[in-house]
């Protein structure tokens, strides 16, 4: 069974800089999609971005595309969070979860495991 481990997570002034990871153990992650979502609080879990198998494929939401990157290293079983120029409202547990059949979508009922996140923290 896969165990997801996500990683990364801080207190960072707007405007910095974080990267976040997601390990996964028990088995490669190679052929798993992956997402990242972020939930803050008193609001409703997000989805934020997602990568394919490959690592060739990859979809954001709007709230942070350009500011925020998604990509892997399979060789590690490793999926990465870049975020760049981080405002509060960033601010959020961030958590990763993986799809076994090529989903990295916004649904997140089709996503079957989930990492117990990482809280990152924008002070303004």
């Known amino acids: 069974q896969v165990q997801l481990v996500a990683a990364g997570g801080g207190l960072v002034q707007t405007g910095g800089s974080l990267t976040l990871s997601c390990a996964a153990s028990?088995?490669?992650?190679?052929?798993?999609?992956m997402g990242w979502f972020r939930q803050a609080p008193g609001k409703e879990r997000e989805y934020v971005a997602g990568?394919?198998?490959?690592?060739?494929?990859?979809s954001y939401a709007d709230s942070v595309k350009g500011r925020l990157t998604i990509f892997r290293d399979n060789a590690k079983n490793t999926v990465y969070l870049q975020m760049n120029s981080l405002k509060a409202e960033d601010t959020a547990v961030y958590l990763c979860?993986?799809?076994?059949?090529?989903?990295?979508?916004?649904?997140?009922?089709?996503?079957?495991?989930w990492g117990q996140g990482t809280q990152v923290t924008v002070s303004s």
């Open positions: 028990g088995r490669t992650s190679s052929n798993l999609a």
């Open positions: 979860a993986v799809n076994t059949r090529g989903y990295y979508g916004a649904s997140q009922v089709h996503y079957d495991l």
């Open positions: 990568i394919s198998e490959s690592g060739s494929f990859r």
